[in-house]
């Protein structure tokens, strides 16, 4: 498939509120070409957001984006309300009518607004809801078969930056030669890679099929290895299941332990936050009932901690796992991706001898 | 909320394949009136199915019925093929025609068909498609407050059993005087109680939430304890999440463990079954990561073994966890609840020291 080229729409929140837009600069497969935000026209990328350190060019508006020959128009902010406005509306329609792509991760379905699909039929315009799941089978156990190790982010709690590590890891194996495939599992990932299942909005019974298919889809590309991103946590009370489906549907060989220490309890709940033992300990037994998979390593979230309690904190959890521990944002995944990367082997999954 | 009265429709399929029905005569809260199969009509219910001890008469038809004043036309079974064939069709219209509700367990929904939402839009008819499930909420922990021990049913596998034992506890507790709610958490258990939410088709996010609403009805009902359907299995490599999903959002204050002992594989898949020992072990440890809970009994599906190698198989899950054990289908649920029902007693969430 050639690689998008995207023009962002963030009108009047570049700059501060689009962190999806930030994330498809900083580690998008496909290229962004040009920002759409008035507020800001004239201006490069880099100046509104100097660590992005791209030079594409901020406009007024879509029709001056075309210029730099976009393919797809991507929605990856929420308006204040959560509805479009109707500015955001008279640019979505313009890029429909030049025939671009749009991709939107909007809580409401571009696909579903009468306006939008009447236009994306006239124009013949292709609309991606990356909150909208695909028709997905079952799981089947066709994962059990993919060649390449597979290893699936777990973590102490919802938002401590699973995905981040992952796509740190992937650039620091590319970096070694090695050709890691981040398969994305939730909105913004999937805006990254340009591809994937936003999981949390598959029926439950068809998580772990879901969860499998973004596998298969990544082995599908041929990589070295497969870094699944995460969602969840396994002790959250609403979005354990998710966690759940991934660990089962995506079948991983390994894990990657992802903890903010700074969190106490999970989310918006009482409910605490388990220790580095007890993580450790309850990911790797219940995937042992099914496919074994080790923790290879943790990865933390230091984000406003002090250089010296960071490395304290990682100390930590060293000593109280024996994994090999870091922050990958703050000190590079270099460190962690080469301890971790030789415990990535396949494993094979439990098998009843009555059918073996 | 009155009684229903139901009309079952089971043409040429009564006595054979219709579990659902079946269930809802044996275990219903509310009436079967009549049921209707030509190929059996003037027969009672007790002829064509005789464990299930009722009168009421198989008709020819939906407008035979009428003479019994069914309130709703109950479709619990799925015709050969998936598809309703004409003549379903038009005993359906004929029920909407005089204005019955139409509860429908079918996958395809019967009000999202064109010609029977429009008849019933004529008639003032209801349809409720059990399968389809409403709008919740995300898991708040409001479930956290409700007063009624909750005694949510696991399993070693799917289709084990789970349904029917808590509906055998259930009327054991009514013997005892005791008010044991049923909560329904599939299509079968929704239509034997007449309410109820099929988690497994809720989207994956919400999972919990829908748990947890169950259990907010039922709770609702002034119930003296709540004895929620169990889906699926943990180590179930499709649907445990599902199952995660009625142990977090239903919050149990114990656990009923259903175990069929002839499974060695779950479901289709090579995963073997686990131990007694590894259930319990299993269950409780995730559990206790966000709200202990404790097996209180294991119920054996012994199906198929004769009463000697039945009794072994009970010895043998009691000997290998000290916990009661017994099979309620072939002994009777009396024995089993009198060694469950004192240890149902409220267990408070895990709470953070911070938060608390």
Same mark, same amino acid.
């Given at each position: 498939m050639p690689k998008r080229r995207y023009v962002i729409l963030a009108p009047g929140?570049?700059?501060? *509120?689009?962190k999806t837009a930030h994330g498809v600069i900083a580690y998008g497969n496909d290229e962004t070409v040009a920002v759409v935000d008035p507020a800001r026209a004239g201006q490069r990328v880099r100046d509104a957001v100097p660590y992005l350190r791209s030079d594409a060019p901020i406009v007024a508006s879509v029709a001056e984006s075309l210029a730099y020959k976009p393919t797809s128009l991507l929605i990856g902010t929420a308006p204040k309300g959560g509805k479009l406005p109707a500015d955001w509306r008279a640019e979505v329609l313009a890029a429909i009518g030049a025939g671009l792509e749009i991709v939107s991760g909007l809580h409401d379905m571009i696909g579903d607004d009468p306006d939008f699909a009447a236009a994306a039929r006239a124009h013949s315009a292709n609309i991606w809801d990356v909150r909208k799941p695909p028709e997905v089978p079952l799981f089947t156990g066709a994962v059990y078969g993919v060649a390449a190790p597979i290893m699936l982010a777990v973590g102490n709690d919802c938002a401590v930056g699973k995905m981040t590590v992952m796509l740190e890891l992937a650039r620091a194996a590319a970096e070694h030669g090695t050709r890691a495939e981040f398969a994305p599992t939730g909105q913004t990932g999937i805006m990254i890679a340009g591809w994937g299942i936003a @999981?949390?909005? @598959?029926i439950s019974d068809f998580v772990t099929g879901a969860s499998e298919q973004i596998v298969l889809e990544a082995s599908r590309r041929n990589p070295d290895c497969i870094l699944v991103e995460g969602q969840g946590? &396994? *002790?959250?009370?609403?979005y354990a299941p998710v966690t759940l489906g991934l660990m089962f549907g995506a079948a991983p060989d390994a894990l990657l332990l992802v903890v903010d220490?700074?969190?106490?309890? &999970?989310d918006v709940y009482d409910t605490p936050t388990l220790s580095y033992g007890e993580l450790v300990e309850t990911y790797e037994a219940i995937c042992a009932t099914v496919k074994p998979a080790k923790v290879a390593g943790i990865a933390l979230n230091t984000h406003g901690l002090s250089d010296e309690r960071a490395r304290e904190e990682i100390a930590r959890a060293h000593a109280e796992t024996g994994l090999p521990a870091d922050d990958v944002v703050r000190f590079g995944p270099q460190k962690l991706w080469s301890a971790v990367a030789p415990q990535l082997h396949k494993r094979a999954p439990l098998s009843a001898e009555v059918t073996a």
């Open positions: 929140e570049f700059a501060q *509120n689009a @999981v949390d909005r @598959v946590g &396994i *002790n959250h009370p609403a220490p700074k969190r106490t309890a &999970i």
